[in-house]
């Protein structure tokens, strides 16, 4: 999944609805997946691969997201 950082306007729904995946950067207050599930982070982008029982939970907020900032493709194994 990548959250578009410069998209992202901060609102705190992501965190809100799906926290074990999302949280607000510290520094920029930037939505960013929780390090656990982290593979990439910067100021424009942070990437991340989750389990698949957070999938249904990660979709919830990507579709609450007033920026549509979270997008979230199948990883194949
Ligand atoms: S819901 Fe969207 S705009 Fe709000 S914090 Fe999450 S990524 Fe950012």
Known sequence: MTVDRVACLSCGAAPAI???VFELGSGDQKNRVVDE???ELNEVVSVGIIPEELYECAKAAA???PANA???EEVKE
Request: charged share 25%.
């Open 18 to 20: 799906c926290p074990k």
């Open 37 to 39: 599930y982290s593979v």
């Open 63 to 65: 579709e609450a997201c």
């Open 70 to 72: 979270i997008r979230i």
